[in-house]
Each structure stands twice: as C-alpha cells, then as structure tokens.
C-alpha cells in the first residue's frame, strides 16, 4: 500500500510560525490548506501571511471567527453563522473557490459538537464544503507526535493530518513529518478524500446527524 496524505494547517496564520512553514513546504514542493481563525487576519501582518500563503499555492479555509466555542455549543441565534460568516468576509480575494470550512473540534474529536443546526442550514444554503479529519497526533501536546502521525499514517489509504502554524506546535519538527511520509513512500496530495467531506459546495454526502447537536 503506498497512502496518500493531505497536510492541513489549523488556527493560524501566526507571525514567526506561519513564514518557516511556508519556507519548509516550498523547499519540498508540497502545497497544503491552511484553515484560518478569522480574527487573526483583521491584523495585517497576519492577514500578509494568508496571501503569502495563497501566492505560493496553499489552499485557505475558514476555521471560524474565534476558535472559542465548538459550533454545536452555540446557542445564541445568529452566532454560529457570524462565526463562519465574518471569516468568509475576511478571506476574499484569497479563499479556495470551494468555500472550504473546518469546524473546531476541540482536541481533534468528532461528533455532535461540531455544529448546530443554524451553523450546518448556513453552510449549505451558501454551498460550502465542509472538511474534517482522520489524524490529529496533538502537536501541541504530544512531544512524539510525529512518530504517532505517521504510525496512523501508515494503517490507513488515505490520510487527512491535523497540526499547527502556532508557536510550540510542529513548526520544529515539520521537516521530520515530511521526512517520515518520504521513508513510508507516502504521496502527499492537496486533495481531500470524501469520507473527510460531509458537506460538499453546499450538498450533504452523507447523513449528517452524527456532526450536528440537536439535529431534526
């Protein structure tokens, strides 16, 4: 089995982090998606990360407006959809013609947290492709986490990794990521496989109560 891998960059962009990423990837000649925290980007220096970003070929996703508060917690009328609404607004001119969005999952975990009803009729109502995830080895916590990425790497077809443009997070060790899917003979690709794609430009592909608190 040669697997394939597509590296996602969550919560960023991040002064300092965000640029040795980028140069890490340039110098392999792999291209990523970067989903984006919304209210970073009203900073400029942060928001010249994102087009940096965009210019040298990486894909740009909403991952909300404050990274707070998973979206099936929400509760107030109207916030869930501001929460990815806003984001969207700030990414024109940069945004992946899909409208990628990636929920928070808060750890890495899937289920009904993900989204409420509000935030789950909004994306599809402005045909959004919603992605998730099979492997968040927990760079921010997990000092092995390399080795736990590409041990899940290897049992699986396709993979759909998870790390970090944030300080403490994979920054250091990225080269050693790459090197890892090198020796397993993994091909990187930008694409996303649908079983990570329950929502795609706005049509579900799947049932998708297991990702929506209080589903009808």
Known sequence: MTPRVTLTFDN????GVTEPVLDVLAERGIRT?????????EDPRHR????????????????????????GAVTVPGAAEGEIRSTQDLLKGVAHDDKLFRPFGEGGRIG?????????????????????????????DEPRWVEVCLDDVGRRDWSVVVVHDLPDCC???????????????A????????????IRRGVPTTDLQFMIRDAP
């Open 171 to 185: 920054g250091a060790r990225l080269p050693d990521l790459l090197d890892g899917l090198q020796a397993l003979d």
């Open 48 to 71: 010249a990360l994102v087009e940096r970003a965009w210019a040298e070929g990486h894909w740009i996703g909403n991952h909300t407006f404050t990274h707070s508060v998973p979206l």
């Open 33 to 41: 998606t970067f989903f984006v925290v919304g209210d970073r980007l």
């Open 112 to 140: 009904d947290h993900l989204l409420n009803p509000e935030a789950a009729d909004y994306l599809m109502a402005e045909r959004f492709t919603c992605v998730l995830w099979t492997t968040v080895p927990h760079d921010w």
């Open 187 to 198: 091909t990187v690709v930008q694409e996303f496989p649908e079983s990570v794609v329950p």
């Open 12 to 15: 960023g962009p991040t002064p």
